[in-house]
């Protein structure tokens, strides 16, 4: 099973540059989340989507934008792009009750010059 | 919103010795997961465990959610278990998680 799946792996973007954040699960989760993490950090939460067609701000929302396209992709949209959203970007999934196990995907390292 | 401290930031091993890390939270919370993050940047479950004890192999986890810590044992260290352990929780009023600083683990052969 691939889990979750993120894409790109890998980008530098110019400051202002636009660019979508891919995410996709096969596990068949109602929930998905965006984290960013910075380094030597821990993970902190951009957007989550508890269902197909709802999204919800977490803690560091601003200069995001998110897109719940259906119940397996749910993808993160920087429209200008900011060397402050320089980060390591993971998209999680997770059962749809507050009893949630979430698994994560492998991580978009983004770098904004 | 919720706290959640971890400690200590950073540790360094033997090859073989073993170690506790501690998760405090600030509120009740409805679920708690530990993850390891390895060199490679990629986050593995460990362990699922919003309350009660856990094993599996060498590492071990116990919540104790009315005193508001888990503690995760590592056994007979390997240089594999090197990496950045997170703790994170999930309160009751929403579906998100927050993590912890982590703990640095190195392991040295």
């Known amino acids: 099973n691939a889990g979750v799946t993120q894409t790109p792996k890998f980008q530098v973007l110019k400051t202002g540059q636009s660019m979508t954040l891919q995410c996709a699960q096969d596990m068949n989760h109602n929930s998905m989340y965006w984290y960013r993490q910075d380094p030597g950090m821990g993970l902190r939460l951009i957007y989550y989507s508890a269902s197909e067609g709802t999204t919800d701000k977490g803690e560091v929302p601003n200069g995001y934008n998110v897109s719940r396209l259906n119940k397996r992709e749910f993808s993160l949209r920087l429209e200008s792009a900011a060397p402050s959203q320089t980060s390591v970007y993971f998209c999680a999934s997770g059962t749809e009750t507050l009893n949630t196990e979430a698994f994560f995907g492998q991580g978009t390292r983004l770098t904004v010059v | 919103g919720i706290q959640v401290e971890q400690s200590p930031p950073d540790l360094i091993l033997q090859e073989g010795a073993n170690s506790t890390l501690r998760c405090n939270f600030s509120d009740s919370v409805n679920n708690l997961q530990w993850f390891h993050q390895n060199p490679w940047g990629q986050l593995i479950n460990l362990f699922y465990i919003p309350s009660g004890t856990k094993q599996n192999g060498r590492l071990s986890a116990t919540t104790v959610a009315t005193e508001r810590y888990s503690l995760l044992y590592i056994s007979s260290s390997q240089t594999t278990d090197s990496g950045v352990y997170f703790c994170?929780?999930?309160?009751?009023?929403?579906?998100?998680?927050?993590f912890g600083g982590g703990t640095r683990l190195m392991v040295k052969p």
């Open positions: 994170a929780v999930q309160v009751n009023a929403g579906n998100m998680l927050t």
